[in-house]
């Protein structure tokens, strides 16, 4: 089994940074990749940025491009997403979650690529 746990969230105001934090405990060794989402009230789940574990590839979707980056720290089983320049329309609760099966044609910003997710860490971002 696989465990994630976000942390880092909080109330900021527009233009302002946070780092969300992503621990995987658990069959850590196989992860393939790691990805954010974020769910805001009322609105579907939605895909963030992804990190293929091994070489540490990441993607994003287009709305965060250029203001959001992922990393990892394969040594302490961490994945960040450093948030910059944030905007109202970014909060949400951002959810972690990994990938275990493997990563041959696998479209990692599906929310189905993934097998394990954390609680969420809330993000509220006021104008």
């Known amino acids: 089994q696989v465990q994630l746990v976000e942390s880092g969230g909080g109330l900021v105001r527009s233009g302002d940074s946070l780092r969300l934090s992503c621990v995987v405990s658990?069959?850590?060794?196989?992860?393939?990749?790691v990805g954010w989402f974020r769910q805001a009230e009322g609105k579907a789940r939605e895909f963030v940025a992804y990190?293929?574990?091994?070489?540490?590839?990441?993607g994003y979707a287009d709305s965060v491009k250029g203001r959001f980056t992922i990393s990892r720290d394969s040594a302490k089983n961490m994945v960040y997403l450093q948030m910059d320049n944030l905007k109202p329309e970014d909060t949400a609760i951002y959810y972690c979650?990994?990938?275990?099966?493997?990563?041959?044609?696998?479209?990692?910003?599906?929310?189905?690529?993934?097998?394990?997710w954390g609680q969420g860490t809330q993000v509220t971002v006021s104008s």
């Open positions: 979650a990994a990938n275990h099966g493997g990563n041959i044609g696998v479209d990692y910003t599906s929310s189905n690529a993934y097998d394990f």
């Open positions: 658990g069959r850590s060794y196989s992860t393939y990749a």
């Open positions: 990190i293929r574990w091994i070489g540490a590839i990441p």
